[in-house]
């Protein structure tokens, strides 16, 4: 359990960076999302629904966490490599998963590898989690 809440709070540190406007992908990211909006229009939709968007991607994380800590815990890996290895095989099946859909949206690429990335790097982040605390 310990292990998934540690992994649930990294996720959200890294998200809130990944998506950061200033620091992470978050300028490229709102530019390609949301082309005719400004930057101050972002920020009132961000104020005014933040509570609800960041509610529901923390239960998302946290349901995507908790399933991998599932994972994990029945696949049983030894070494730092085999986490790095699930760690992989799952973000290549997350990530393919998602560009199965990604033609026939409305949305450009770049934001399907940003996102895509995003989710590649928690679960990257939790398999080390998982390594360290095991």
Same mark, same amino acid.
């Given at each position: 359990?310990?292990?998934? =809440? +540690? $992994?649930?709070?990294?996720?959200? &540190?890294?998200?809130? %960076?990944? *998506? ?39 239960l ?7 399933i991998?800590?599932? =994972? +994990? $815990?029945?696949?049983?890996?030894? &070494?730092g490599?085999? %986490?790095? *290895? ?49």
């Amino acid at each position: 359990m310990l292990k998934t =809440i +540690i $992994s649930i709070i990294l996720s959200v &540190s890294i998200g809130i %960076f990944w *998506y950061s406007y200033n620091y992470g992908l978050g300028k490229a990211w709102a530019s390609n999302a949301w082309p005719s909006k400004s930057y101050e229009d972002l920020l009132k939709f961000q104020s005014d629904s933040s509570s609800f968007i960041y509610g529901v991607t923390l239960l998302s994380e946290s349901f995507v966490m908790i399933i991998f800590n599932i =994972i +994990i $815990s029945l696949l049983r890996p030894r &070494s730092g490599k085999e %986490f790095i *290895y699930i760690a992989f095989l799952l973000s290549a099946l997350l990530y393919s998963a998602r560009m199965i859909h990604a033609p026939f949206e409305s949305v450009p690429l770049a934001v399907h590898l940003i996102n895509g990335g995003y989710d590649c790097a928690i679960l990257f982040a939790s398999a080390i989690v998982h390594y360290i605390l095991r």
